[in-house]
């Protein structure tokens, strides 16, 4: 388990990624954000992409995964999440994990949330560090354990942070529509 400082290189390995998958996927991929800890400016994370994509329908992006392999994605299925399809490129290292769902799906909204939060809520996302260092020196070997001990955090804030984007888009909204 490795925790590293912020690179401003994720920013670009997103780019790069989004532009492959949207090339691969063509409409299938209606939308390709970047999301997870390397998706915030400042945070430390371990060293994986998290790419979060909207897709028409799931059958839609079933028939046109095909092509994913040849990016080097490996096709895992919902993989403990219905509603999502799962890819992941690299072994060892593993580079990126890409989350795709439904359009309108509400885990869309979720991720996209939390990262917002972390993004303008530094002291929450200091506190996030710290966590996820402490649990990479406890679970150095154990990724389940590391994730485990992360979920009563994210839990906690991701409630807030759903509040927080909900409230923020709405008055982006009524701002918009004035």
């Known amino acids: 388990m490795r925790i590293v ?37 400042g945070l430390a994370a371990k060293p994986i992409i998290d ?44 580079t990126h994990h890409v989350h795709a769902f439904e359009a309108g799906d509400r885990n869309i909204v979720r991720h996209l949330a939390f990262r917002d939060y972390l993004t303008h809520h530094p002291e929450v996302a200091d506190q996030y560090v710290g966590l996820k260092r402490s649990l990479a020196n406890r679970y150095r070997q154990d990724n389940e354990g590391y994730c485990r001990g992360k979920e009563p955090f994210i839990r906690f804030h991701e409630n807030r942070a759903l509040d927080w984007y909900l409230n923020t888009q709405s008055h982006c909204i009524s701002n918009a529509q004035s």
């Open 51 to 94: 790419i979060l994509m909207e897709v028409p329908g799931l059958s839609e992006l079933d028939n046109a995964s095909i092509h994913l392999p040849a990016l080097g994605y490996e096709i895992m299925g919902e993989f403990g999440i219905p509603g999502r399809r799962y890819f992941r490129k690299g072994q060892s290292p593993r």
């Open 5 to 41: 400082e912020f690179q401003n290189c994720w920013q670009e390995k997103f780019v790069v990624e989004a532009a492959l998958l949207q090339s691969a996927l063509g409409d299938v991929a209606r939308a390709i954000h970047h999301i997870g800890s390397t998706s915030v400016p």
